[in-house]
Every structure is written in C-alpha cells, then in structure tokens.
C-alpha cells in the first residue's frame, strides 16, 4: 500500500488576477512504513503538496492516489482518506474549535464512527507527554507545546496510517522540540508512515529519513538523506538548507566513513 503522486500540478486562483503555481509537476511515491522530510524555502508549495495528499486540495492536473483510491470530488472516497492520512497542520491553534480539550480529541473518531475507550484514549495521552488533568482545560489556554501536543493527540485518536507533520517543533523551545521528536520516534516505532515538513535537518540526523526537496514549486532532489547531504555545502546552500556546524560534522563523517552516530542523538 502507498500513496502515489503522479504529474500533479496546482495553481491557485487559477485564471484571475491572482493565479499562483504552487505545484509543478510532482511525482513522488510514499511506500508504507516509510519516513519522509519534505524541505525547501518559504512558498516553495510544501504545505500545498501535503494538502492534495488528503484531499483538503484537489488538484485539476495529475492524480494523488491513497491505498489505491483515487482521489476524486467524491465525498465517501475522501472521507475515507482522511481516515487513512491524518495532518497535524503548522499552527495548531488554528485547528482548534472546541471548549475542551476532551472534545478536541474526540471530535475525529466521532466523526469516523470509531469508538475509542478511556484506557486507549489515556494512553494516546501518555504517548504525547500529556495527563489526564488536560482533558478538561480549553486549549486555548495551553502553551505552545501543549497545543503541538493535542493537535497531535487528534490525530493520533482515529489512527490513521500516515501521519503528517507540518513543521511539527516551529516555535517551540529545546525541550519542546525533544519531546515531540521523541513522540515522532515513538510513532515510527509503530509502523506508522511519517512526512515531517521542516526547515531544520538537523533535527532530523538521528532519523535519516527519504529527503523531498522542493525549489521553485518543483522537485530538485529526492533520495536518501545521506545522498542529499553529501551534495555538499554549496549545493545545499543553494537550496536553502542552513549548512550548521552539526551538519558539517556529519557531512565529514559520511566523506570519510567515521561512525559518529552517538554525536547525533537528539
Ligand atoms: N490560499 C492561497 N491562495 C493563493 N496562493 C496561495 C495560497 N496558499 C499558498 N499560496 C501560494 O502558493 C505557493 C506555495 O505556498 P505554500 O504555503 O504551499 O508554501 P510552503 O512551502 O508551505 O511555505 P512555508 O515554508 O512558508 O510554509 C506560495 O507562492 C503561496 O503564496
Ligand atoms: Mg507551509
């Protein structure tokens, strides 16, 4: 099972004034069980890409196909890709609309009429930092990291297969950022097929995960994350990738084959 990207192109505000390319033709398999990143610089199209993988857009050029589901205008096909993809978006606090964060959790598994009991919606709780005492507060009024925490609970309650990060550890502080890598290596531990979307690799040195990098709207590499390091200094600069000190560490250390591993643990 996978989710296929063939040709997709999309263009905003198509035939007016505002007509923007966002996407150009995309091709870009996510096989099962497989962890991605997805980079590239502001208003390269990354968050317009993860949002035709569900169907919140629908591309009028090429084809996004989910288990084998083409996704289409139909209401039951897309609903049951949601089911399968679930988004924890950039700013979670856009995303809330409920008093509670209880209601929060389970508004999603109401909506899939899947039944979730205490003891799991408890430990899916566990599973992203957090304790029983959240459930009644407003999630307005938790702190950055709390909310990050119960986007990723809302999520995490229908349980779907491929779960997708939009910048999961913007904003947060070094802890916050620690926790919520532990919750993403804790989830890749379960099999689930991950896209992370972020700016800062080296975060994600400890993970190696597949690299989508995305320039001008288009793709300019995919590959390995150890390929995608090895393009050098002035290749990754010129992608926009911040060649920090940490990178460069690791970078020497695949040029000349030095096992640095310990080095990198978040
Ligand atoms: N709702 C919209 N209407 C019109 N244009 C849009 C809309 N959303 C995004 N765009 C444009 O599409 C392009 C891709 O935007 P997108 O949000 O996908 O980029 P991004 O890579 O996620 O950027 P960032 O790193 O800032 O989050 C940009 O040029 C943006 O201005
Ligand atoms: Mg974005």
């Not at 050098?232 to 920090?244: A, H, R």
Request: hydrophobic share 40%; glycine share 6%.
């Amino acid at each position: 099972m996978s989710i296929e990207i063939k040709n997709v192109s999309y263009i905003y505000a198509e035939n007016t004034p505002f007509e923007s390319i966002a996407l150009q033709n995309i091709n870009w398999e996510i096989s099962e069980g497989s962890f991605w990143v997805i980079l590239g610089k502001t208003g390269s199209g990354k968050t317009t890409l993860i949002q035709t993988l569900n169907g919140l857009l629908i591309p009028k050029e090429g084809k996004v196909i989910v288990d084998n589901i083409v996704i289409k205008d139909r209401k039951e096909d897309i609903k049951k890709i949601r089911e399968k993809i679930g988004i924890v978006f950039q700013y979670p606090e856009n995303q809330f609309f409920l008093p509670t964060v209880f209601e929060e959790i389970m508004y999603a598994p109401k909506n899939f009429n899947k039944n979730i009991s205490k003891n799991e919606l408890i430990k899916i709780l566990r599973l992203v930092g957090l304790d029983e005492s959240f459930l009644n507060r407003n999630p307005f009024s938790l702190s950055g990291g709390e909310m990050r925490k119960v986007a990723i609970a809302s999520v995490l309650s229908y349980d779907p297969k491929y779960i997708i990060f939009d910048e999961p550890t913007v904003g947060l502080d070094y802890e916050g950022r620690k926790k919520i890598w532990d919750i993403i290596e804790n989830l890749k531990k379960t099999g689930k097929t991950i896209i992370i979307v972020t700016h800062w690799i080296d975060e994600l040195i400890k993970f190696k995960p597949n690299v989508l990098h995305i320039h001008n709207n288009e793709i300019s590499y995919i590959g390995s994350f150890d390929d995608f390091i090895l393009l050098g200094e002035d290749e990754l600069k010129k992608k926009n990738i911040t060649f920090s000190e940490k990178i460069k560490l690791y970078y020497c250390s695949l040029k000349n084959n030095i096992k640095l591993e310990k080095l990198f643990q978040y």
